[in-house]
């Protein structure tokens, strides 16, 4: 039945318009990158935000089916096609079209109504401990990317976890790009906001945005959220990592606990280890 699904993902051309690629083969690599980076089991609530026809999602679900998956996009023929052909298989997994505007998905998008992002906040309050989101944040703007972190954020259980890909500018990627190593070709590449923002192309700065790390991690603490783990990947050049984007895994803090509750691991007391030195000796 899956592989069913997937070969009707083949024939669609909205395959196209979420990166195009086999999308089984997109679909295993996205899943695998999930389980290895947060603990996904069986108890996990998971949002797909911005889950596009639902390749990563289908392939999740194929390494055994969490407890809830949600999947939310801006697109409607995505969503009609997610509704169609997954949720009927999965009583587990639905689907919310939402609403949200993007420069680069737009022509998608026609006048059907979109769930306000009012109500997905109040229906998914601190609602899930997993979220991932594949190409969404690759294709936003500053204006919006801390906008659209905080919506996470308020849909996270606290300590809940959030994987998302983007491009990240660091002394090596900035290196790189600046002496054309980079996979993507940037021929018109442009550095906005005093070099803090890399558009790969000026003529449409959201196929390729990158952002300087310093300012992905004040994006996403300024949304509640501290970055927990970074992987960076082959989009740099020089054979760094295995992923098309670079990876960040952010968490929701659980709330503060009082002083009595903390285990404090002790501090070696050197002046003391010297003494026990001289005695032994």
Same mark, same amino acid.
């Given at each position: ?25 997109? $679909?295993?690599?996205?899943?695998? *990158?999930?389980?290895?980076?947060? !603990? ?5 609530? +998971? ?15 194929? $390494? $055994? ?12 023929? +995505? ?6 052909? *997954?949720?009927?298989?999965? !009583? ?10 993007? #420069?680069? =998905?737009?022509?998608? *998008? ?7 992002? /009012?109500?997905? %906040?109040?229906? =998914?309050?601190? =609602?899930?401990? *997993? ?11 500053? %204006? ?25 500018? /660091? ?16 021929? #018109?590449?442009? =550095? ?20 300087? %790390? ?9 949304? $509640?959220?501290?970055?927990?783990? @970074? ?20 968490? %929701?803090?659980?709330?503060? +606990? ?7 691991? !002790? @501090? ?14």
């Amino acid at each position: 039945m899956i592989s069913a699904i997937f070969e009707k993902m083949r024939s669609t051309e909205m395959n196209d318009w979420v990166g195009g690629s086999d999308p089984e083969a997109v $679909g295993d690599a996205s899943a695998d *990158i999930i389980r290895r980076m947060m !603990p996904v089991s069986p108890e996990s609530r +998971v949002l797909d935000f911005g889950c596009g026809i639902g390749r990563g999602m289908l392939s999740l679900l194929r $390494g $055994g089916a969490p407890a809830k998956v949600v999947g939310m996009d801006i697109m409607p023929p +995505v969503i009609s096609f997610c509704q169609e052909n *997954i949720a009927p298989h999965f !009583p587990e997994v639905s689907f919310d079209l939402i609403e949200g505007a993007n #420069d680069h =998905y737009d022509q998608f *998008i026609g006048d059907q109504f979109r769930k306000p992002l /009012t109500q997905i %906040k109040q229906d =998914y309050k601190n =609602y899930f401990n *997993i979220a991932y989101a594949f190409s969404v944040f690759t294709h936003i703007d500053r %204006k919006d990317f801390v906008d659209l972190l905080k919506l996470v954020e308020a849909m996270l259980a606290p300590g809940g976890y959030f994987l998302f890909t983007c491009f990240t500018l /660091t002394e090596f990627s900035r290196k790189m790009v600046d002496h054309r190593q980079t996979i993507f070709p940037l021929a #018109d590449k442009a =550095y906005v906001d005093n070099g803090e923002v890399l558009w790969g192309e000026k003529s449409d700065p959201l196929a390729f945005i990158a952002f300087d %790390k310093q300012l992905l991690e004040n994006m996403a603490w300024e949304a $509640g959220l501290a970055i927990m783990k @970074v992987e960076y990947s082959c989009w740099m050049g020089g054979n760094i990592g295995s992923s098309l984007h670079d990876l960040i895994v952010v968490r %929701k803090p659980l709330p503060m +606990v009082g002083q009595e509750e903390i285990v404090f691991t !002790p @501090v070696l007391d050197r002046n003391n280890l010297s003494s026990q030195s001289r005695s032994i000796s």
